[in-house]
């Protein structure tokens, strides 16, 4: 089936800082997606891509849709301490509806 | 309610015994999934709802877990014979109408927490 294999699975840093995570696929996706999960509750869409080569911005955030296809990042300027949480990039499964979801990057600011 | 809801939010459970997770999705929203998160781990997909459409079961993990969704709205996930492993947290999600294209938004419960001791 397809994987999304995510990176890096954890991060510590330093409010302030910016932060860069990325996701691969092991096939070609027509649509990127990063969802947040903060503690005890479920995940939120933050940004969706739908072009390969497409660059989205979302306050703090930006997010791109690499040109394989097969990859996409996500980076978080001047992090502040409410960004902590589990950060996921997904695509679309097997089905029509369906999505994959990576394994996660867990994101600890320290104040 | 505005949101997805799920019940119970939390369910200690002894190992060989049956759990059932409930699911009330957004009203409105005719695509409703259900996906496992372990510790530490991804989200696993176990199961999806689209209309009136057959269930897309591929993700369950062994013929224990089985999933219904009554008229088309309230989901319930069971689990027959509960072993150790199946400890995690069950989400579930929904998602509007596909038929005008899939845009990847799903809206996510806040998790039922099983734990089988």
């Known amino acids: 089936g397809q994987q999304l294999n995510q990176s890096p699975q954890s991060m510590f840093i330093q409010e302030g800082e910016d932060v860069s995570m990325n996701c691969t696929s092991s096939?070609?996706?027509?649509?990127w997606l990063w969802y947040k999960q903060d503690p005890g509750e479920g995940p939120v869409l933050l940004i969706a891509?739908?072009?390969?080569?497409e660059l989205t911005s979302n306050g703090r955030l930006t997010a791109q849709f690499g040109i394989t296809r097969k990859d996409s990042f996500l980076n978080i300027s001047a992090s502040i301490p409410s960004d902590v949480g589990i950060y996921f990039c997904?695509?679309?499964?097997?089905?029509?509806?369906?999505?994959?979801f990576g394994q996660g990057t867990i994101l600890t600011v320290h104040p | 309610g505005a949101g997805v809801s799920q019940s119970p939010s939390n369910k200690v459970t002894e190992k060989g015994k049956d759990v059932e997770l409930r699911c009330d999705p957004i009203s409105g929203h005719t695509a409703l999934y259900w996906y496992r998160q372990s510790l530490g781990q991804g989200l696993e997909f176990l199961i999806y709802f689209q209309g009136n459409s057959a269930p897309d079961k591929s993700g369950l993990p062994s013929d224990r877990f089985s999933a219904e969704r009554t008229g088309g709205s309230v989901s319930t996930l069971t689990i027959q014979r509960t072993q150790q492993e199946d400890s995690a947290v069950y989400l579930c999600a929904s998602s509007l109408d596909l038929a005008g294209g899939f845009t990847g938004e799903l809206f996510f419960g806040e998790g039922s927490r099983l734990t089988v001791l």
């Open positions: 891509l739908y072009k390969a080569g």
């Open positions: 997904a695509g679309p499964g097997t089905s029509y509806g369906k999505l994959t």
């Open positions: 096939s070609i996706f027509n649509t």
